[in-house]
């Protein structure tokens, strides 16, 4: 079946600009997250939606960073004024139901290039 | 809180020989965990996970873990390695609802 849907794969953008990165998830799950990989940091987390709730902000690294799930289901990550330390891949991953033992279903993630 | 160690950043083996990737976990309580490999420019894919049923948790392609309390371990292993075994592995451990990421293992596969 489909599985979680990352678009772009790739984007490059120059440093300074507004980025928006898009993730679709599994069909009928109901938690999202977002997850920064970079070399040396390893998998950082970002923002948690489950449902209805108020969203898990906790992981943003800064202002500039922010996300919107809408209707429950398709989410983007938007980075304004874009620095070259943003530079990572953008994982983002479904769970069917927030159990604890509901594995996470990631996407092949968004390589963000800021020059 | 919760945290995983990965005790070895990078493991080579022969193909055919057994792998052993090891993690140890510390969790406020009853963790369940997960092994995840990644394979250059793709996504997490799960591996296995362990959620209390059973100690000894067989994966995909033939990987099998064993959980120990008593060690607080959650060691992957594989009695005999293929090339396509080449990728980063990482152990994680699920609280509530966040996961924290061991620092992952790279594994090279030698002919």
């Avoid at chain 2, 945290?3 to 993690?23: A, F, I, K, M």
């Avoid at chain 2, 120990?68 to 371990?73: G, R």
């Amino acid at each position: 079946g489909a599985g979680v849907s990352q678009s772009p794969s790739n984007k490059v953008t120059e440093k300074g600009k507004d980025v928006e990165l898009r993730c679709d998830p599994i069909s009928g799950h109901t938690a999202l997250y977002w997850y920064r990989q970079s070399l040396g940091q390893g998998l950082e987390f970002l923002i948690y939606f489950q449902g209805n709730s108020a969203p898990d902000k906790s992981g943003l690294p800064s202002d500039r960073f922010s996300a919107e799930r809408t209707g429950g289901s398709v989410s983007t990550l938007t980075i304004q004024r874009t620095q070259q330390e943003d530079s990572a891949v953008y994982l983002c991953a479904s769970s069917l139901a927030e159990t604890q033992n509901s594995p996470l279903h990631f996407g092949n993630g968004t390589r963000l290039t800021v020059t | 809180a919760q945290s995983v160690t990965q005790l070895d950043s990078h493991v080579s083996v022969s193909e055919g020989t057994p792998v052993l990737l090891r993690c140890n976990y510390s969790s406020s309580y009853s963790p369940s965990l997960f092994w995840y490999v990644q394979h250059p420019n793709k996504g997490l894919q799960l591996l296995l996970k362990y959620t209390s049923a059973a100690t000894l948790v067989k994966g995909i392609n033939g990987f099998e873990a064993e959980f120990k309390k008593s060690e607080t371990s959650f060691h992957l292993t594989k009695p005999s390695a293929h090339m396509s075994d080449a990728a980063e592995y990482f152990c994680v451990v699920k609280g509530d609802y966040k996961l924290s990421f061991g620092a992952g293992t790279t594994v090279t596969v030698r002919a």
